[in-house]
Nanobody, 119 residues
Framework: QVQFVESGGGLVQPGGSLRLSCVASGLIFRVYAMGWYRQAPGKQRELVARISRGYITNYADSVKGRFTISRDNAKDTVYLQMNSLKPEDTAVYYC?????????????WGQGTQVTVSS
């Protein structure tokens, strides 16, 4: 059974930083692309960052230059370094796997990790 466990969220002031982690299990992590999604209250879930198995990365315009996605295949973990956080980054963040960065639809959604940006 494929599972994702997200962690690292919290309350941070605008301009602050957080590093999210997602540990995947039940899959051969290194062969999958990975992505980070977020869902703010009352909004649809959106894809914010993705990384291919070949370490090619792609970001939503709203986070480009502030967020960095990375992966550690030895630890079956994908990370999201978030800098210069803004109140509009407040959301629950989730990770997901896929055959490619354009098809991140493998496995069930985890519980996510809450990120709140507020002064």
């Amino acid at each position: 059974q494929v599972q994702f466990v997200e962690s690292g969220g919290g309350l941070v002031q605008p301009g602050g930083s957080l590093r999210l982690s997602c540990v995947a299990s039940g899959l051969i992590f290194r062969v999958y692309a990975m992505g980070w999604y977020r869902q703010a209250p009352g909004k649809q879930r959106e894809l914010v960052a993705r990384i291919s198995r070949g370490y090619i990365t792609n970001y939503a315009d709203s986070v480009k230059g502030r967020f960095t996605i990375s992966r550690d295949n030895a630890k079956d973990t994908v990370y999201l370094q978030m800098n210069s956080l803004k109140p509009e980054d407040t959301a629950v963040y989730y990770c997901r796997a896929g055959a490619t960065i354009n098809s991140l639809d493998f496995g069930s959604w985890g519980q996510g990790t809450q990120v709140t940006v507020s002064s």
